[in-house]
């Protein structure tokens, strides 16, 4: 069965301060995806990012970077110059290759990351 | 760009009355799933839909729950007796193809269960 552990249950931090949020999966499949999702205390889900098995290849986008670890299966988020906007709970998913037409989401429990001014 | 929409926002019912949670997916997209977040709790997987029929559901996707997309457009969760415990956003998601990029949360449907 497949697993998604954020051990950051919270994580408050100052302004322009640079902040990871760890992600810890386990899936038996070799072939998988895994997301971040933020969501802001409005209550949506807003894609972040998915990346596939395959793609070990480090990912920045603006102030957000993911450096993904087969070897230690691990996804984790890196927030750089964080902001007030970026308040919010982050959510690392898991989806495996179970054939047909799943796209079943397994998701850890939220990192709440507060950005204080 | 593209929109899942849900309606209601909000809904609040008294326990034991039925409920319809409606989402309108994106025009071209197949798969179809409902998911659930209990109030400061991790989302979780209901039930998925493909094919006009339901794919693989989880074990809270009980008896009372049923899907179905009755005119080919809307997607929609029913739940026949409510119980306080069904208190959650309801979140639909759709995705035109399994694996890429194409796959959107809609913005949810907060159930008030009294």
């Known amino acids: 069965a497949q697993k998604v552990t954020q051990a950051q249950t919270e994580i408050s931090v100052v302004e322009k301060e640079d902040v990871t949020l760890d992600c810890v999966y386990e899936?038996?499949?070799?072939?998988?995806?895994l997301f971040w999702y933020k969501q802001p205390p409005s209550g949506e889900l807003v894609f972040l990012i998915r990346?596939?098995?395959?793609?070990?290849q480090n990912e920045i986008s603006g102030r957000y970077s993911w450096n993904f670890q087969k070897s230690t299966s691990s996804f984790n988020f890196t927030i750089t110059a964080s902001q007030v906007v970026d308040s919010a709970v982050y959510f690392c998913a898991l989806s495996e290759n179970s054939g047909g037409s799943n796209y079943k989401l397994t998701f850890g429990k939220g990192t709440l990351l507060t950005v204080n001014p | 760009e593209p929109e899942v929409t849900q309606t209601p926002s909000h809904q609040v019912t008294q326990m034991g009355q039925e409920v319809i949670l409606r989402c309108v997916p994106i025009?071209?997209?197949?798969?179809f799933y409902w998911y659930r977040q209990i109030l400061g709790q991790k989302v979780e997987f209901l039930v998925s839909f493909y094919n006009n029929e339901i794919s693989e559901k989880s074990e809270i996707f009980d008896d009372q729950f049923s899907v179905e997309r009755p005119d080919g457009s809307n997607f929609t969760l029913k739940i026949r007796s409510t119980k306080l415990e069904d208190s959650a956003m309801y979140f639909c998601f759709t995705a035109r193809e399994r694996g890429t990029d194409t796959q959107y949360f809609g913005p949810g449907t907060r159930l008030t269960v009294l």
């Open positions: 990346r596939n098995s395959f793609d070990e």
């Open positions: 025009s071209n997209h197949l798969y």
């Open positions: 899936t038996r499949d070799t072939t998988y995806y």
